[in-house]
């Protein structure tokens, strides 16, 4: 049986792990982009599909458009989980 994190690859762990770091926004949309340290992610496929996965999502509300801080969701923290505990600490 596959788990979450044997889904997620090695592009997508990292972007969890960023906007874990509170390094991310994300623009209120139907397909919400993601900038991490405030310039625009390279791979926005990557984004959209963390998005629709429901590993990340804007921290709050806002008006279409706006850039809102971006949250890793329980489920993107369930992802990383074994990921994370695995790592050692930087």
Do not use: K
């Not at 997508?12 to 926004?25: I, P």
């Not at 340290?37 to 509300?61: C, E, M, Y």
């Not at 458009?65 to 989980?81: E, F, I, K, M, S």
Request: proline share 6%; glycine share 8%; with cysteine.
């Amino acid at each position: 049986m596959s788990t979450e994190v044997d889904e997620l690859n090695h592009r997508e762990r990292a972007t969890l792990r960023a906007v874990a770091r509170g390094q991310a926004e994300l623009t209120c949309s139907c397909e919400p982009d993601l900038f991490l340290d405030g310039l625009a992610f390279s791979d926005q496929l990557t984004a959209h599909s963390l998005v629709r996965r429901g590993l990340i999502a804007p921290d709050r509300p806002g008006r279409r458009g706006d850039l809102v801080p971006a949250r890793v969701t329980d489920a993107g923290r369930a992802a990383l989980g074994s990921v994370t505990a695995a790592a050692p600490a930087a």
